[in-house]
Each structure stands twice: as C-alpha cells, then as structure tokens.
C-alpha cells in the first residue's frame, strides 16, 4: 500500500516536468456503477449453499489528468468517489441471541437475512490508453482504494425460535437492519426505535425492532471490510467529439476486502461466542460513465 502511494505521489510531481514532450490534458466523469462479491459462500453441514450475493448498484464521481505520448498511446489516471458492494442473502438454520434477565438466552431456529452493502472508496486508477481511430480508445491498468464509507440495510426474519429443552416456539420475528460498520458501537440501540417484547423460554425479554451492525456483540476486533482494496482495470471509452466521451470500465479486486476477525458465520456458535469464517471475498465492479475531457 505504502508503495502504491509513492508511485502516485511520484507521478504527479513528474507531470510538470514532462508536459514539453508530452500533451498533458485534464477532464472528468460521472456514472453508474454495477458490483458484487466475488466470495466463498457460506455452507451447511450437508454441503448446501446458505448464502447467495447479487448486484448492487451504487455511482462514481471524479477526475484525473492524461499524459499523452504518442498520438496512440498514453497514460491516464484518476481520483474517484466510488460505491461498491452487494445484495448479500442468507437462508436456512441458524440462532438467535436474546439479553435475558439472567444472562443472554440462545435459541435456534430458521433464519432469512437481506443486506444490501455499499462500501464507499476514494479510488486512484492507473491505466495506459491507446486510441483506435479517432473515435474509440481502450485502456487497462491497475487500481487502488480506501475505504472511507460502510454501510449496509435489509431485513433479518427470525422463525421457529426455541431454546434447548423448552418446547414453547417464539413467534417470527421481522427485524430491520441499519449498519454503519464504521461509526456503530457494540451493543447500540439505535434512538427511538420501538422495542418487541417476545417470550423466551419461561423469560419475557425485548429486542429493538431496528438492529445496529454490533448489537449482539460484547466487543469486536475492528471492522467487517479491510481498509485497503486493489486489483486490475481494463475498458473502453467512445468519444461522441473532442472531449465528450462514454465509457465502460470493469474492475476486478485482487484483494480479499473482508476482515475475518469480524466475519461472523449465521449458522454455527460455539456456547454464547460466535464463530468467525476464513474466507474471501474480493470487488467486481462495472462502471458506465459519462465524460469530458479538455
């Protein structure tokens, strides 16, 4: 990482030095972007797929500058405002945590969670071009971000909730979900949600019927998603005249963006502690932007 940004801070300073030789213009974009994980899905004992991950959506806003060397060839790079993400889905046996009078009370049953992710990045691409004509032009490189938004909502329903030798079921529980990975605390009530009172066992307990990233927990160890991201670009760009261009670019992360200390499986536990996942999940990401360069 520390590499990566000497080489950008190097070419930037460089600019100035070169622009007698090489035409130096500047422009920007904006656009949609299309993302998912690429990740391991979670597994139950049998071998059958728990989880699923689907597109997202999410935009991109930024500009950079294009160092031309040829008149065919050259190189651009950027400074981007982008989300990425995914609608991740859970499906089948899983637990439930209830704070009880005495303790916190563990009950299993069916589980259905909905998340729709967004991970915000400040992104600096650095790709060589090469123009086709006057009218086409394609580039690949490699790219690096930060992350500097995390964010996640969806719906969490809750069936057939027992706890271990008491027969009485829990009625379904429909809870909401507001995560905002860098900023929730452990345990967090959200201000003015409303609370579902729920028999548990023989204990009559309550939970918020709007859940943060970290309710569950006593303590966490960081976030669920790595500051730093990284992988290959390649697209191409099509110029309507001088400077007006659209573009599609593909971005495919090199880089597992999840942190496992915080990448907690929905369907196993060990006694009250949750069960943390070694897997990986890395950004694929399209982006279709509008442009201008001058």
């Known amino acids: 990482m520390t590499r990566f940004i000497i080489l950008v801070v190097a070419l ?3 600019l100035p030095e070169n622009t007698k030789a090489q035409e130096l213009s500047y422009g920007f974009r904006v656009g949609l972007n299309v993302s998912t994980f690429l990740g391991d899905e979670e597994m139950d004992a049998a071998g059958t797929s728990l989880e699923s991950f689907s597109t997202n959506t999410g935009f991109h806003v930024g500009g950079g500058v294009r160092i031309e060397i040829t008149e065919l060839f050259g190189i651009r790079t950027e400074l981007l405002f982008t989300q990425k993400g995914t609608k991740r889905t859970f499906n089948g046996s899983s637990f439930q945590l209830f704070n009880g009078p005495n303790g916190k009370i563990l009950t299993t049953g069916g589980k259905s969670i909905a998340l729709n992710i967004s991970n915000a990045y400040l992104e600096i691409p650095i790709m060589a071009y090469g123009k086709i004509g006057k009218k086409l032009e394609v580039f690949g490189g490699f790219y690096g971000g930060f992350l500097v938004s995390s964010v996640a ?12 030798g008491n027969n009485n079921v ?14 929730d605390d452990v345990g967090e009530i959200i201000d003015d949600v409303d609370d579902i009172a729920v028999m548990v066992g023989n204990d009559n307990v309550t939970i918020p019927n709007t859940l943060t990233a970290y309710y569950d927990l006593d303590e966490k160890d960081g976030n669920p998603y790595n500051v730093f991201d990284g992988g290959l670009s390649a697209g191409a760009a099509f110029f309507m005249n001088g400077g007006l261009y ?9 880089i597992d963006v999840s942190n496992e200390d915080v990448d907690f499986s929905n369907s196993e536990i060990n006694g009250l502690d949750f069960v943390t996942r070694d897997d990986r999940d890395s950004n694929l990401s399209l982006q279709f932007s509008i442009g201008f360069s001058f």
């Open 12 to 14: 930037f300073f460089a």
């Open 246 to 254: 659209v573009s599609a670019i593909a971005n495919y992360g090199l």
């Open 170 to 183: 829990i009625p379904t529980l429909e809870i909401a979900l507001d995560y905002n990975y860098l900023r």
């Open 153 to 164: 909502t969806g719906e969490l329903i809750y069936t057939g909730g027992v706890v271990e």
